[in-house]
């Protein structure tokens, strides 16, 4: 409207100057110049009059109702009648802003009928949803990314005892083990493996889970196909804790059958012998067999009806093959020895994945152990389970001799009282598709074993990812130089040594940057025993954020440790964890470089001596070939688990470093210090 008025106002005023200058001119002609000046003011201001009042009724009152109404129109009430005089300048503009006002009003009675049917079916859908999610009888837990939980079900808090970890927006992990999850996340990488099965234990809690874990797959908008990068995943999960006590019952009730039929089934045969075989006996004896025969006879049906009742409990469906993390199995062979049992199990070395029907194994290795215990006098064993070729050896280890051959074939030969069937070792050996060998232990002297090999899992072919940054290789041969200040600790050999094997995550690569630690953990080795269970494994603050790139690395979000304990927190917990221990790493330098810098700060100083198995490897094998911790292991021929965590990486160099000492005992480096002056 503005620009408009102010283009006919300057319309005016051209016109008025026109007409008057003529007018003047002509006045001037004439030698009236004031009357002149005066007559044409007069009439430009008639004029002007005139058409202003024309124009404002016209045009510029029609022109603000236009205004005022296409406002309407647009942000309101699309069908809004627009509030004009009768006659006005504006020709057909009216009544085509009336149209587009009624195509506006339609097509928004469109789109909110429309809204109104999706939002219908959307919420007849998620109602649907909830339905069937509740009234499962297996627990569903539904995560995105970081495992943080989006939804869980009434059955999962049932199954998992009103575990308190259970809630939105809280870790996974704080319920189940971190490992058995993400190696089952692993093995989904490829878009042809929808979902997998595992065991799992749950935290604070004596329950073992049959898991399902399947992909919730982002879909590509351009292909309408599933994307590898999924947004979450589902977890089904039932308690099958229970199965095993039902397979117990039902173990226990085939025993008493069997031998509440044992006694009628032996009268039997005795009275019917006697009949048989003493023709001539007299007639009163007869009778008395015979209604033996008959009083047995109805005992025996009786026992046959009770039978035929107990017939759903007898006849069970056998334990499922699945895949389980050894370090559950072998909890759950653990629990089988009570506080009152003299016989203790202890788990060493690295968990592995393996295929088995658990609840079989379990008995088998109760069998074993009990077997061994009882011929060759010992009390303490150590279970580990280690990759070998194309599956896992389950060993079980003591001091002493190994078992002889006779000892070995009577263990495989004696019956499982508590296993349905009552089957024999060597029965159920051949169900798990397995052996068993007797020999002295292959690291440690006057120990020996039994071992078992198993299937492992089948490994799904892992894709091929963006390479992630590698950690700068820190040489510091200056390390031998401190071999005086730990005395008499030089002069012990490597095997003796108790160690602390450690790593850390962190932010970046440079400490001297600002980068700080977010995760440090640790595993002990004992004697040549690695003790898994026996670890420190802490998240860290690190008072930054995480760059992408790093957690792309090691998985660590912002989210997870926010609430975490800053690095001058947990230094002095760690140090009381290591104590005087020899500590190792993979290229130590780099984690003692972040911890070096808050050592004051914490008051917590790490004097210990310091092996680090990338020196070791390069003494070994020089440094012409791979020295990262994934090629090393591969040249060992150790497996890694949980890659890219603190843990998962400590128990890696853990192993490589057993793995070392065998090989710098046969170069001649036997102690400490012939470690440490080695690095030369």
């Known amino acids: 409207m503005k620009p408009l008025r102010t ?10 100057l026109v007409v008057a200058g003529a007018a003047f001119w002509l006045r001037l002609e004439q030698g009236q110049a004031l009357a002149a000046l005066l007559g044409a003011a007069a009439l430009m201001l008639l004029l002007q009059a005139v058409c202003a009042g024309w124009l404002r009724s016209r045009l510029f009152r029609p022109l603000r109702g236009l205004e005022r109404g296409n406002e309407i129109i647009l942000k309101t009430h699309a069908a809004h009648d627009l509030e004009l005089p009768r006659h006005h300048l504006l020709g057909r503009l009216p009544e085509q802003i009336h149209a587009l006002g009624d195509e506006i009003a339609r097509g928004r009675n469109e789109i909110a009928s429309a809204l109104r049917t999706g939002a219908e079916r959307a919420e007849l859908q998620r109602r649907r949803l909830e339905q069937v999610i509740q009234g499962l009888e297996e627990g569903v837990i539904v995560c995105d990314t970081d495992a943080r939980i989006l939804l869980y079900n009434p059955a999962a808090h049932r199954v998992l005892e009103q575990h308190p970890a259970l809630g939105l927006g809280r870790l996974l992990y704080d319920l189940l083990p971190r490992t058995p999850i993400e190696h089952t996340l692993d093995r989904l990488n490829s878009p042809d493996c929808q979902d997998a099965q595992f065991i799992s234990a749950v935290v604070d809690r004596e329950l073992l ?9 982002a879909v590509d908008e351009h292909q309408g196909s599933p994307s590898r990068l999924g947004r979450g995943f589902v977890l089904t999960f039932e308690d099958v804790t229970a199965r095993q006590q039902t397979l117990q019952r039902r173990d226990r009730l085939f025993s008493a059958t069997l031998e509440a039929l044992r006694r009628p089934l032996a009268s039997l045969r005795a009275a019917a012998e006697a009949v048989t075989d003493y023709g001539d006996m007299g007639a009163e004896q007869r009778r008395a067999f015979v209604q033996v025969i008959n009083d047995e006879s109805q005992r025996l049906s009786e026992q046959v009806a009770e039978l035929a009742g107990n017939e759903r409990t007898l006849v069970g469906q056998k334990w499922q093959l699945a895949d389980i993390y050894s370090a559950d199995l072998i909890h759950l062979l653990t629990r089988r020895f009570g506080d009152e049992d003299p016989l203790a199990v202890t788990m060493t070395g690295i968990p592995q994945w393996l295929t088995t029907d658990s609840y079989a194994l379990v ?20 279970v580990e389970a280690s990759g070998g070729g194309q599956g896992v ?16 074939e009577a263990c495989r030969a004696a019956t499982l009282g508590q296993v349905v069937g009552k089957p024999s070792a060597d029965e159920l050996l051949q169900q798990l598709g397995s052996e068993l060998w007797s ?47 730990h005395g008499p600790l030089m002069e012990r050999p490597l095997r003796q040594l108790d160690f602390v094997v450690f790593d850390t995550e962190t932010t970046g690569l440079h400490p001297e940057s600002g980068d700080e630690v ?17 670890n420190f494994n802490e998240l860290v603050n690190p008072g930054r954020p995480i760059p992408r790139d790093s957690i792309r690395y090691h998985g660590i979000t912002d989210e997870q440790v926010k609430d975490a304990p800053d690095i001058v927190e947990v230094l002095p917990r760690f140090k009381a964890y290591a104590k005087d221990a020899v500590l190792v790493a993979h290229n130590a330098w780099f984690d003692l470089a972040f911890i070096r810098r808050r050592e004051a700060q914490s008051g917590a100083y790490f004097t210990n001596p310091i092996l680090d198995t ?19 292991a591969n040249r060992l021929g150790i497996d890694i688990l949980g890659r890219h965590s603190a843990l998962g990486d400590s128990l890696a160099t853990a192993r490589i470093l057993l793995s070392q000492i065998d090989l710098l005992e046969a170069r001649g480096i036997i102690t400490l210090r012939d470690a440490l002056e080695a690095y030369r």
Request: glycine fraction near 4%; charged fraction near 25%; hydrophobic fraction near 45%.
């Open 7 to 16: 283009l006919v106002i300057t319309l005016f005023g051209a016109q008025l």
């Open 209 to 217: 889970l049959n898991c399902r874990l399947g992909l919730l797959r």
């Open 363 to 382: 008995a088998l290795l109760e069998h074993i152990t009990r077997f061994v215990a009882d011929k060759l006098e010992v009390q303490a064993f150590d």
């Open 393 to 408: 050896y389950l060993d079980l280890s003591w001091s002493g001799r190994a078992l002889s051959t006779s000892e070995l």
């Open 439 to 485: 020999q002295p232990h292959p690291r440690l002297e006057s120990r020996a074993q039994v071992r078992l090999p198993l299937p492992a899992p089948e490994q799904s072919a892992e894709d091929a990812a963006p390479p992630l940054p590698t950690r700068p290789m820190i040489y510091d041969f200056n390390l031998f130089e401190e071999r005086d200040r």
């Open 518 to 534: 977010v995760s440090i953990a640790a595993v002990r080795i004992v004697n040549q025993r690695i003790l898994p269970d026996e």
């Open 614 to 632: 990338l020196m070791l490897s390069v003494c070994l094998h020089g440094q012409e070939v791979d020295q990262s911790l994934d090629g090393i």
